[in-house]
C-alpha cells in the first residue's frame, strides 16, 4: 500500500470514527433532553447537534495544546484539527437549520426580526434575537471555516491570509459560548445542561491558556 492510499484510508476511517461518535452524542442528548419541561422532538434534535458540535468544537480547539503538551510543533493545517473542524461545522449547521423551525415553523426569519405585519421589519432585540442572532453570525463564521479545510484553499490563498482568516475559529468559538449561554437562560434549561455548558467552556479555556503559556515560555530569550 502506498503512502497516499494509507492516509486516505486512515483518514476514512477517522471520518467514520467521528460520524459514530457525533450519533453517540446526539442520540445520548436526545434522551437525556426528555426531561426538559415542553421540548418537542425537533427541539431536543437541535439541542443534540449543537452540544454535539460544541464537543467537537473544543476538541478542535484542544489538538494545539495536545501537541504542546507532546513537545512537538502543531503544522499549519494539521488533518487531525482539518477532520474536527469538518464535523464540528456539519453539527452546528445542522443546529442551527433544525434550531430555526422550532420556534416559528415555516417562518424562520421571525427569529431575527419583528414581524408587526406591516411593510416594516426591525431586528429582534430581545433575548430570543440576540440568541439567534449570535447563532447566525457563529454559523456564517463556521460555514467560511469550512470552505478553508481543504487543500486546494491552502494552495489557493497565501499562508498568511489563509491562517488569518483560520484564526476567526477563536471567534466563531466566542459567538457560540454566548449563543449557548443566552439559549440556557431563555429556556431555563436543567442544571446538568448548564454545569455540562460551562464545564466544556471552561476545559477549553483552560487548556488554550495553559498552551499559550507554554509556548511563550519555549520561544527563546533575546
Not at 467560511?144 to 479545510?149: D, F, G, H, K, V
Not at 459567538?175 to 471552561?202: D, M
Request: charged residues 15%; proline residues 3%; positive net charge.
Amino acid at each position: 500500500m502506498t503512502g497516499r492510499a494509507r492516509r486516505v484510508l486512515l483518514r476514512t476511517a477517522r471520518h467514520a470514527g467521528f460520524a459514530a461518535v457525533g450519533t453517540a452524542i446526539i442520540a445520548v442528548v436526545v434522551e437525556l433532553a426528555r426531561y426538559e419541561d415542553g421540548f418537542e422532538p425537533q427541539a431536543r434534535m437541535s439541542l443534540a447537534a449543537a452540544y454535539a458540535g460544541l464537543l467537537f468544537f473544543a476538541a478542535t480547539l484542544m489538538v494545539g495544546p495536545f501537541y504542546v503538551w507532546r513537545g512537538r510543533t502543531l503544522p499549519v493545517s494539521s488533518t487531525l484539527r482539518r477532520d474536527l473542524g469538518i464535523w464540528t461545522g456539519i453539527h452546528a449547521l445542522m443546529h442551527t437549520l433544525i434550531g430555526l423551525e422550532v420556534y416559528y415553523p415555516g417562518e424562520f426569519w421571525r427569529n431575527f426580526v419583528n414581524d408587526s405585519g406591516t411593510a416594516t421589519m426591525a431586528p429582534r432585540t430581545d433575548l430570543l434575537g440576540w440568541a439567534n442572532h449570535t447563532d447566525l453570525l457563529a454559523a456564517l463564521l463556521v460555514l467560511m471555516l469550512l470552505c478553508l479545510s481543504n487543500d486546494f484553499a491552502l494552495k489557493r490563498l497565501t499562508l498568511r491570509r489563509w491562517k488569518s482568516l483560520q484564526r476567526w475559529a477563536y471567534g466563531a468559538a466566542g459567538l457560540t459560548v454566548l449563543h449557548g449561554w443566552l439559549y440556557q437562560i431563555y429556556e431555563r434549561r436543567l442544571l446538568g445542561f448548564v454545569a455540562s455548558l460551562a464545564a466544556i467552556v471552561l476545559a477549553i479555556v483552560l487548556a488554550q491558556a495553559w498552551g499559550a503559556s507554554r509556548r511563550r515560555r519555549a520561544r527563546p530569550q533575546a
